[in-house]
């Protein structure tokens, strides 16, 4: 299978996943990483694995349109089958939408539909876990739509809240189990476990 990983910034979750697939954890290969952040590390990350790997904004192109008509090309000229959203901190246009139907993921740092929708990302999302005096948090993988962290629920894996925590070492532990669980669950999606379209 090919996977198209999009990131924003430092793409921990794309190295997980590239890792995942040199170890053949994960029956697939990262065939482009796209990022809207040419200084991202993400696109760095990408360079050093020879990877093929694209800066890609709607500055940059022009316009939304115009963006989602470049991210079409790149995806097509890759044959991707399946694309994963690793921190990306954009909306995906409508067309992409449509022709990646049910083939887009995003990993969340907590237990959705709590704690997600717009503005809810890094440790804003840490911060309201702790705020709301949670027990327990965690990390949701879920199909992308045309709305925030609303898309279809595909896996959930929980972390404890600790009294203690701030939202720095609660960041830190969701984190770790955040990068096990994008390779369990991509593994899955590859496997057909969890079905694709």
Same mark, same amino acid.
């Given at each position: 299978?090919?996977?198209?990983?999009?990131?924003?910034?430092?793409?921990?979750?794309?190295?997980?996943?590239?890792?995942?697939?040199?170890?053949?954890?994960?029956?697939?290969?990262?065939?482009?990483?796209?990022?809207?952040?040419?200084?991202?590390?993400?696109?760095?990350?990408? +360079? *050093? &694995?020879?990877?093929?790997?694209? #800066?890609?904004?709607?500055?940059?192109?022009?316009?939304? =349109?115009?963006? $989602?008509?470049?991210?079409?090309?790149?995806?097509?000229?890759?044959?991707?089958?399946?694309?994963?959203?690793?921190?990306?901190?954009?909306?995906?246009?409508?067309?992409?939408?449509?022709?990646?139907?049910?083939?887009?993921?995003?990993?969340?740092?907590?237990?959705?539909?709590?704690?997600?929708?717009?503005?809810?990302?890094?440790?804003?999302?840490?911060?309201?876990?702790?705020?709301?005096? +949670? *027990? &327990?948090?965690?990390?949701?993988? #879920?199909?992308?739509?045309?709305?925030?962290?609303?898309? =279809?629920?595909? $896996?959930?894996?929980?972390?404890?809240?600790?009294?203690?925590?701030?939202?720095?070492?609660?960041?830190?532990?969701?984190?770790?189990?955040?990068?096990?669980?994008?390779?369990?669950?991509?593994?899955?999606?590859?496997?057909?476990?969890?079905?694709?379209?």
């Amino acid at each position: 299978m090919n996977i198209a990983v999009f990131a924003s910034h430092g793409g921990s979750d794309l190295q997980a996943i590239i890792d995942g697939c040199k170890s053949n954890k994960i029956n697939a290969n990262v065939v482009c990483v796209i990022s809207n952040n040419g200084d991202s590390m993400a696109l760095q990350r990408a +360079e *050093k &694995e020879s990877i093929p790997s694209y #800066h890609l904004s709607a500055k940059k192109c022009g316009d939304e =349109e115009l963006l $989602a008509t470049e991210l079409l090309k790149v995806l097509s000229n890759h044959s991707v089958d399946m694309i994963f959203l690793a921190g990306y901190m954009r909306m995906l246009h409508v067309s992409v939408l449509k022709e990646y139907n049910n083939r887009i993921f995003n990993i969340h740092p907590a237990l959705l539909p709590k704690f997600g929708g717009k503005g809810m990302f890094g440790m804003n999302v840490h911060n309201a876990v702790i705020a709301a005096g +949670e *027990k &327990e948090t965690g990390v949701t993988i #879920h199909r992308v739509s045309a709305e925030y962290d609303s898309g =279809e629920i595909v $896996a959930q894996t929980s972390v404890p809240v600790e009294e203690s925590d701030t939202a720095e070492i609660l960041a830190a532990r969701v984190l770790e189990r955040e990068h096990t669980f994008l390779v369990e669950v991509i593994s899955d999606i590859c496997e057909n476990k969890i079905k694709l379209g």
